[in-house]
């Protein structure tokens, strides 16, 4: 089509001058041109005027961009661990270096974990849905007596191992924890804080083996950094390269498949539950979670959608799939959940 002539012309003309005048990476490079792509999105748009578009142009338009940076951010965040991990690969970095890098790459393995769910998140926010924001666990381990009530900790078990390297102690230690606790007035017990403290118990798993036990690479060696450095290029070469289709799509993308899909109210009124309308398909919306997922594509534009959700899905089950476990061991603490109260004496 003529239009989609002019917008590859117009991209690449302007790419050539934008580098020209600015060394850019290859990343920057791309959000430019998906810049160019989706600003005369509505133009390419427009020759569906007339047709009846769920959710109008301006979303189709609105979902182009969320997909464009949300790509754009996770290959970004899979080049900061790549870089993380080749520091971390050299000799002469002293242990205290190697925990701030260890600290940094959980942090990051975290952004990729929630990558789907904020990509769905944004979708649903553009089609009129009122969303939840995911709470930050990171710094709350597990309350033994009070399943649905974590305890809040200042430090991760990370920060914990970072605070000793500054005191000059070992970082590589088995915790305990010491819990300060108060009596309710309906007699029960309610943890208020508390103190980590270091224990030598062989079958208490020291900070390292905490580590070792999860899917991250450990930067806290040169040796096990090199082991890693593969397992992230792999991922990071799949994320580039469909970042460079998700561009060429954007490029040549017209939106005339855009009507006559399937609608949620072509669907039996028992498969509507939980359900909704967006430009690029069905959301279905968890009711238990309230997190949401594209579950019926209707679209080209759509069906990309779930192709970047499914990346994001398939690199984080390799190298986020676990985090570091929080939970320690309670030092002398194994009260009964309610106390009985008498007149003159305490019940347990």
């Known amino acids: 089509m003529q239009i989609q002539s ?10 050539k001058k934008y580098n020209a005048q600015n060394p850019i990476t290859q990343t920057n490079k791309n959000d430019f041109q998906d810049s160019v792509s989706i600003s005369e999105l509505g133009q390419r748009l427009s020759i569906n005027k007339g047709r009846k578009i ?10 182009a961009s969320l997909m464009s940076k949300t790509l754009s951010g996770f290959e970004k965040t899979l080049e900061e661990m790549n870089e993380l991990t080749k520091k971390a690969s050299k000799n002469n970095l002293t242990a ?15 952004n990729l974990a929630g990558a789907s769910t ?4 944004g979708l649903a926010k553009i089609s009129g849905q009122k969303t939840k924001s995911l709470s930050d666990t990171s710094h709350e381990i597990e309350n033994p007596f009070e399943s649905d009530n ?21 970082w590589n230690v088995a915790e305990i924890f010491n819990p300060k606790y108060e009596i309710s007035d309906d007699g029960h017990y309610k943890i208020t804080g ?6 030598d118990d062989s079958e208490e798993p020291t900070v390292l083996e905490k580590i070792n036990a999860t899917d991250t690479v450990n930067l806290m060696s040169s040796v096990t950094a090199k082991r890693g450095l593969e397992r992230i290029e792999n991922e990071l070469n799949d994320v580039k390269h469909l970042r460079d289709r998700f561009s060429s799509f954007l490029m040549d993308y017209d939106g005339e498949d855009l009507d006559g899909q399937l609608q949620l109210s072509d669907l039996p009124a028992e498969d509507q539950i939980n359900k909704f309308q967006t430009a690029l398909g069905i959301m279905l919306k968890d009711p238990d979670t309230e997190t949401f997922k594209l579950v019926q594509p209707i679209n080209r534009m759509g069906y990309m959608f779930t192709k970047i ?8 089950s390799k190298l986020a799939g676990s985090m570091i476990s929080e939970n320690i061991t309670f030092q002398n603490f194994s009260p009964s959940l309610k106390i009985e109260f008498d007149e003159n004496n305490i019940i347990l």
């Open 6 to 15: 002019l917008t590859n012309y117009t991209a690449n003309i302007l790419s």
């Open 54 to 63: 769920s959710g109008g142009t301006s979303d189709i338009k609105e979902a």
């Open 96 to 110: 205290l270096e190697r925990i701030d890098m260890q600290i940094k790459f959980e942090e990051l393995r975290e």
């Open 118 to 121: 904020k990509l769905n998140e």
């Open 150 to 170: 974590p305890i809040k900790i200042e430090r991760t078990l990370l920060e914990r191992a970072r605070d000793r390297l500054m005191k000059g102690e070992d």
């Open 194 to 199: 508390g103190t980590f403290e270091k224990i």
């Open 309 to 316: 959700e499914s990346m994001f899905e398939k690199v984080s």
